[in-house]
């Protein structure tokens, strides 16, 4: 049985950080990522890693977020800095087996005030 647990998120002030963080268990994963949802806004990638470290980033939070995994590549992190108030929205950690099959977190609400 797969399951996504994510943790991490909340409110921060314009400027401030937070980590995101996802464990992933019950198969092995060939990519990880996290997308956003913001209220009126399509879902959207917000970054991705593989297996062997490859990284992607939406232009809009390249320089400012970064992505990373654990050494047994099951737990997936977002550090999230220099926060925004465009970047509020309920992210979404997702996980793809070999093949290609996605899962999904429930969501974890992130809030950036002004």
């Known amino acids: 049985q797969v399951q996504l647990v994510e943790s991490g998120g909340g409110l921060v002030q314009a400027g401030g950080s937070l980590r995101l963080s996802c464990a992933a268990s019950?198969?092995?994963?060939?990519?990880m990522g996290w997308y956003r949802q913001a209220p009126g806004k399509q879902r959207e990638l917000v970054a991705s890693v593989t297996g062997g470290g490859s990284t992607n980033y939406a232009d809009s939070v390249k320089g400012r977020f970064t992505i990373s995994t654990n050494n047994a590549k099951n737990t997936v992190y977002l550090q999230m800095n220099s926060l925004k108030p465009e970047d509020t929205a309920v992210y979404y950690c997702?996980?793809?087996?070999?093949?290609?099959?996605?899962?999904w977190g429930q969501g974890t609400q992130v809030t950036v005030s002004s």
């Open positions: 997702t996980a793809k087996t070999l093949r290609a099959y996605t899962y």
């Open positions: 019950g198969s092995i994963f060939s990519i």
